[in-house]
């Protein structure tokens, strides 16, 4: 990858992230809050990728602040098969755990 091609592509995750984080702001630190207690955090962010193969999905989302997370894309194993319903590029809410290998597990997801 040439370096052109590489601000161009930080720049278009720039552009995404600051407008999702502007409209979701009070209900993700809301919801997050309440799930602390369980070690089970929400997420809100965008679905990029299925791998129904693998139980994995690619989401792109928004900063969870207990875990100190910015905002990123990045893929997380399913607990359970993704319901049929959801599809790269729907809104989604997730809750997440880690698993015994340090793995980001979700719990659940569904359409935000
Ligand atoms: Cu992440």
Not at 15 to 20: F, M, W
């Amino acid at each position: 990858m040439n370096t052109l091609t590489l601000a161009f592509i930080l720049a278009l995750l720039a552009t995404g992230t600051a407008a999702r984080a502007a409209s979701h702001e009070h209900e993700h630190q809301h919801d997050a809050a309440t799930q602390q207690a369980a070690a089970t955090y929400v997420g809100i962010g965008l679905l990029k990728a299925v791998n129904a193969k693998d139980g994995k999905v690619q989401i792109a989302h928004e900063p969870i602040a207990e875990l100190e997370w910015p905002s990123m894309t990045m893929w997380f194993t399913l607990r359970e098969p993704l319901s049929k319903g959801l599809k790269a590029g729907d809104a989604v809410r997730f809750e997440i755990k880690q698993g015994e290998k340090k793995q980001w597990l979700i719990e659940k997801i569904e359409r935000k």
